[in-house]
């Protein structure tokens, strides 16, 4: 078994539950979608993570009809067959002080199928069922960024993409895996209807590996 960092990439300019937070999908052949949020990196604590409760209506993408189903630490919704896209933007309320104020939009995918991006910013397989990753910003790659995986055993270990955007891992186990990546965005910008300098944008995608 590859040996693995044991700490999680951090954000340290988040606030404290923002940067040890994120959203992931996890999905089990052509079953319903599985919603968390919390940190991949750990066990899920009993009765789901104490910060569960803010997630209250993550959006699928393309949007769907399907009821949202809140389980014991994840919501469950029906999904087409294929990868399963969300976002959600008001999980944590835009913070700091006037003119200074962060934000942060989540974006999450489950399955490695499709190599396309749908979302702004996506962790996309260079193949149907590939080890190798592109990080694609608004339909760009992204090269120099980190990226971190996320073994069946919670090992991490970051990684950092090259001129092309892209990063290959070495995966041996089998399981589920989850890989994330931040991008910081700065300027005039808005989001849920507040004024911020900052937005984090942070994405995750989890495939199971056989």
Partial sequence: MLKWTSALLAITCLPSLAQAHEIWVERDGAGPARIYLGEPGEVLPEGGDPEFE???????????????????????????????????????????????????????????????????????????????FILIRDGKPVAGAKLTAITPEKWSRAFTTDAQGRVALPLKDKGRYILSATQEEKGDLSLTGQKVATIYHMTTLSFFRD
């Fill in 54 to 132: 803010k997630l209250k209506a993550p959006r699928l993408v393309p949007a769907g009809q399907a009821p949202q189903l809140r389980k014991t630490g994840y919501i469950e919704v029906a999904a087409p067959a294929g990868d399963v896209r969300v976002t959600d933007d008001s999980v944590f309320a835009p913070w700091g002080e006037d003119g200074k104020k962060e934000g942060v939009i989540y974006y999450a995918r489950a399955g490695r199928n499709e190599t396309k991006a749908v979302l702004p910013l996506e962790i996309v397989p260079t193949a149907p069922g590939a080890d190798s």
